[in-house]
């Protein structure tokens, strides 16, 4: 009787599974797409998700790529790294695609990435920003998001005009936070910038008063943040109920204004962010015509408005792939790895080409984007004259 | 000095807070004996509460406040009758699955309904804070500090002067002999549960404003509740009260001082410590409640 | 019929990778024999001990992270300027080391906890587990917080005279997993049917009563929770080099929940309930997830795990044993009986 019921199961398993694997559609180029649908970090996958169909329904709409229509696959990576690897490996094995495109969070990406040396897949990175991802070694890896290196090179263009003396830094702890912290530290000491204290907290934490106390008490003139936008609305309330008067600059990407206002009130009046895409102002864009159309089409999807600093990500990222299928001449992983080194294209931020980054002979391609500087101002965005 | 002022406040007003989830837990804990994994949730069940009704449904905030707590108790109340009571087997490992069977329920529920993304409830506070020399301490957080010690005091009120209060601590003393005597042990068994959720559900209504609400609040606030309970003793309000005020300090002068990563890890500590040396709590005196 | 069973499940699982063309399927196998393994390790603790120690997934994650960190080599300062450099060891060096390092915390636990008891217990294994987590967090130097330790390399078997043969492949690992849950299971029911097992068992049924006859209750008490811990190490170290990647989430108190929930639901205190109950909760997320949303899924799981409690306290496993006894015709019915259906005492026929 067990023995019975554990084989029919097991037998039931094997044809299941045997069943799945048939299907697929012909005349389709198959792309992957990883994010967290659901979790804490649900609403900003689903923006970058919709970004990414809104790519593909363009492309598709002008013939699609060598002939042939994407097809978007879209996994919830469920804003867990082993779901992530998971659902990986789903992608590849199973559905068989070519490339894919994920996964919002780095420790997801590097939770992915000892998949893609195994299937020698190679995957489109969006928005995690760790250094990590681009120095493991791993040349199955194209990121169009700029890592805080990056970011802070970005940066020293125009942190002269601030006027900085000294900087405190609070940063959430993951190598994120630490990342942004490390790489702006060096590069603000660089400019005989002192840099303060670098506090530090837990992802889930919502107290950030201990901190906040610390750093009221502090004689640096400048807070710099790394953090996304839930505890951002925390610090910038919780600042303000302490009477933190320090100029406040966050970076990061992940600073969701329009939401910041929404949920912080006044309390976020007077702060400025490093972003960079600003859909308030699409002019300044590297490419204000794409721009504007992108932001029309999102309207027109009724997607909110404050998820555009997030989904740019998903529609470039499929703009580059389809350029990199193109330049392949064929969907297959080992063509399309050799042809993202030779594709360049218009981003939303600046021009997408990818460098090497990482140890000689397992490079991995990053892209190194523009950024813009916005302040927060009586409760609207405003592009101060940078 | 200016900063430990600073933190003197921050970690007077967790206190209470902390105080409440305690006092709540120490209840149950002590009475019934039950390891009640769903006391968190309790917790975050509150802030949903306030959340739906102020923000939502758009009504009063404070009404949202009442709302949850009488929320809480009933929810409390149900799940002591629908799960615990059925469970005549005093074996502490079912029954503690079972609160966990029903804490995954309750929390997934939540996150059904609601969503993994943080909720921000806004409040009709003054956004300014009230400056007291060096100290800043916003009007939303007073009014939390406020509240707490009003409902700290009822459950003093509740235990020492009420039949009910009296039953309860008969319960505790000896349920056998309280029952020949004449307690209706079942029924100080639910109200015991009602009134512990209940506080739990009034503890996230207050700290839901002051900070986000997101479905995976209550595992900490959980956990906190049970080191409050160990360092003041099962069943032991006044414990609890200190107890909640003790690991509000050594949270906050833990964070600014020594690692602000390891905050939350205070409360873990403190239990490890406090359970493999003084396993009684710092606060007993013999048991009993109140 | 019980001794052709365990052969026959046996010849199964083994020939699996042959004909299993699915390697998502081979995947999910291997995990779940992974948490199977850790499952089987819980079952001593909580099943045949009698403690519920609800911070199991510590000692997982310790396993892993030790057995990560001797293959990846570090490079830590201790108090007072110490400098600890470690150069990079084998992989399957790692694996004996996440073993016995797990171990070595199983015996530290278990003798600071045991002298609490009942409830408290349980708070001091979920602050146990905590701690770690938030130690394996910030020690960034060490553990490399939440960046996580990649690049794990897999396991490579030496055997002397045929060469080292490195474990790429899923059915390597398949393999390697079901020899090591094989070994896992031997030794546990070895213990349990010696008179150390039985000892545990009669503290478990009633500790005072065995400690008046002479048990050291606390002895055996530690020596399960070093055994369970070493246990549990091996399959944490099996699941870092099979992911390649580890990071502190592992220690989250949710594993913990899925390990119980295996045991518990299987039947604790029997050999083959974590087995079968792995299984389940093994694969239901699988076949569940196409077809509702993850909060769905953990509610019908908290639901699942409700009703077993309450329905079949003693979990499946007994249930089943005892379903298929009454079922065997012309075996160990007492005399008397008719054999026509279950006749109830008092049929009269």
Redesign the interface.
């Known amino acids: 009787m067990r023995r019975h019921a554990t084989k029919t199961a097991l037998a039931a398993i094997v044809l299941a599974a045997g069943l799945a694997t048939g299907a697929g559609a012909q005349d389709a180029i198959k792309v992957g797409v990883i994010q967290p649908l659901t979790g804490a970090f649900a609403a900003s996958g689903n923006y970058v998700a919709n970004g990414a169909k809104i790519a593909a329904d363009e492309i598709n709409a002008k013939g699609g790529v060598l002939g042939k229509k994407l097809d978007l696959i879209i996994e919830d990576n469920k804003s867990n790294p082993t779901e992530a690897a998971a659902v990986a490996e789903k992608l590849i094995v199973r559905d068989k695609v070519p490339v894919m495109m994920g996964a919002w969070g780095s420790g997801f990406t590097l939770a992915i990435m000892p998949k893609l040396m195994e299937y020698k897949v190679p995957m489109l990175v969006e928005t995690s920003s760790a250094g990590k991802i681009t120095t493991s070694g791993n040349p199955y890896i194209f990121r169009i998001s700029p890592p805080s290196a990056v970011e802070a090179v970005a940066f020293a263009k125009i942190v002269d005009q601030l006027k900085i003396g000294k900087a405190d830094f609070l940063v959430v702890n993951n190598d994120w936070g630490r990342g942004a912290a490390e790489d702006f530290g060096k590069m603000f000491k660089e400019r005989n910038i002192k840099v303060g204290l670098v506090e530090t907290m837990d992802p889930p934490a919502q107290d950030m008063s201990a901190q906040l106390a610390k750093i009221k008490a502090s004689d640096a003139d400048t807070l710099i943040i790394t953090t996304a936008v839930e505890q951002l609305t925390l610090i910038f309330k919780q600042a303000a109920a302490l009477g933190l008067k320090k100029r406040i600059i966050t970076t990061g990407g992940s600073q969701n204004p329009d939401q910041l206002i929404d949920q912080a009130g006044a309390a976020a009046n007077d702060t400025t962010h490093i972003t960079f895409f600003t859909p308030w102002n699409p002019n300044v864009s590297a490419d204000p015509a794409m721009a504007k159309a992108f932001i029309d089409e999102w309207k027109k999807r009724g997607h909110p408005f404050a998820g555009l600093t997030e989904s740019f990500r998903g529609y470039d990222g499929i703009r580059t792939i389809a350029a990199a299928i193109g330049k392949a001449g064929k969907a297959e992983p080992e063509a399309i790895r050799a042809a993202f080194w030779q594709i360049e294209l218009s981003g939303m931020n600046g021009q997408i080409k990818f460098n090497k980054a990482g140890p000689a002979g397992q490079e991995s391609g990053q892209s190194n984007p523009g950024i813009y500087l916005i302040k927060i101002e009586n409760g609207k965005v405003v592009l101060p004259n940078a | 000095m ?2 430990l002022l ?2 003197l406040v ?1 970690a007077v007003i ?1 206190g209470g807070t902390y105080a409440l989830l305690g006092i709540g837990l120490t209840l149950i ?1 002590g009475i019934m ?1 039950v ?1 009640n994994f769903t006391h968190g949730e309790l917790y975050a069940f509150g802030a949903y509460i306030v959340y739906l009704v102020a923000a939502t449904l758009g009504l009063n905030f404070f009404l949202g406040l009442v709302v949850a707590v009488i929320a809480g108790v009933l929810l409390g109340a149900l799940i002591e009758i629908a ?1 615990l009571r ?2 005549r ?1 005093t074996d ?3 029954v ?3 609160m ?6 309750m ?3 939540e ?2 309904v609601w ?4 909720k ?1 409830i ?1 409040t009709p506070f003054p ?3 009230l ?1 007291i020399g060096p100290v ?3 009007w ?2 007073v009014f939390v500090l406020v509240v707490a010690l009003l409902l700290i005091a009822g459950s003093y009120v509740l235990i020492h002067r009420t039949k009910l209060g009296k039953a309860m601590r008969a319960t505790f003393q000896d349920a056998d002999t309280a029952a020949l005597m004449g307690v209706h042990i079942k029924g100080v068994h639910t109200a015991t549960f009602a009134i512990g959720s209940g506080l739990a559900a009034a503890a996230g209504a207050l700290l839901g404003p002051v ?2 609400v ?1 479905p ?2 209550g ?2 606030a959980s ?1 906190k509740a ?2 409050i309970v ?1 360092l003041g003793g099962l069943g032991n309000i006044t414990g609890a009260t200190i107890g909640g005020f003790i690991l509000a300090l050594v ?2 002068l833990g ?2 001082y020594v ?7 205070m409360g ?2 403190i ?2 410590v406090v ?2 040396f003084k ?1 009684t709590g710092l606060f007993a005196r013999a048991e009993r409640v109140g | 019929m019980k001794r052709v069973l365990p052969a026959v499940w046996l010849v199964v699982l083994f020939t699996v990778p042959l004909w299993l063309q699915d390697q998502y399927i081979l995947h999910i196998l291997i995990t779940t024999g992974i948490f199977i393994i850790a499952a089987m390790s819980l079952n001593l603790l909580l099943g045949y001990t009698g403690q519920l120690s609800l911070g199991h997934v510590a000692f997982f994650g310790i396993g892993a992270y030790a057995s990560a960190l001797t293959t990846l080599g570090f490079d830590v300062e201790l108090f007072g300027g110490f400098r600890v450099v470690h150069e990079p060891w084998p992989a399957i060096v790692g694996f004996f080391i996440g073993i016995f390092i797990a171990g070595l915390s199983g015996y530290v636990i278990g003798r600071l906890s045991f002298k609490v008891r009942g409830a408290y217990f349980v708070i001091v294994t979920i602050s146990f587990a905590e701690v770690t987590r938030l130690v394996a967090l910030n020690w960034v130097e060490l553990t490399q917080g939440p960046l996580a330790l990649t690049n794990i390399p897999p396991f490579t078997l030496g055997f002397p005279g045929l060469g080292n043969y490195t474990l790429w492949g899923k059915t390597a690992y398949y393999y390697f997993v079901g020899v090591v849950g094989l070994v896992a299971y031997l030794v546990i029911s070895r213990l349990v049917g010696s008179r150390v097992g039985r000892a545990m068992i009669a503290l478990k049924e009633n500790e005072s009563l065995a400690s008046s006859v002479g048990i050291d209750v606390t002895r055996y008490l530690v020596l399960a929770a070093v055994v369970s811990a070493a246990i549990a190490g091996g399959a944490g170290s099996l699941y870092a080099h099979y992911l390649k990647i580890i990071d502190p989430d592992i220690f989250l108190f949710i594993y913990t929940v899925t390990m119980v929930i295996m045991v518990i639901t299987g039947g604790k205190g029997t050999l083959a309930g974590p087995i079968v109950g792995g299984l389940i909760f093994g694969f239901l997320p699988v076949i569940v997830r196409p077809l509702a949303a993850p909060a769905v899924q953990w509610i019908l799981y908290g639901g699942l795990m409700i009703l077993i409690v309450f329905v079949l306290p003693q979990g499946i496993v007994p249930a089943a044993e005892r379903w298929i006894r009454n079922w065997t015709p012309f075996k160990g019915r007492p005399a008397g009986v008719i054999l026509a259906g279950d006749s109830k005492p008092g049929d009269g026929k």
């Not at chain 2, 966990?100 to 329920?105: E, H, L, S, T």
């Not at chain 2, 969503?115 to 943080?118: F, K």
């Open positions: 200016d900063q600073q933190h921050n967790l804990f004996r390891v799960l059925p469970m087997t502490i490992d079912i503690m699955l079972v966990i069977g029903a804490w995954i329920v929390q997934n529920t996150l059904l969503g993994g993304v943080a921000a806004v956004d300014a804070p400056v800043s301490i916003s939303l957080r900070f986000l997101t995976t609040m595992d900490l956990l049970f080191a160990i949270e906050e964070a600014g690692s602000s990563g390891y905050r939350d890890a873990f500590l239990i490890i359970l493999l396993p």
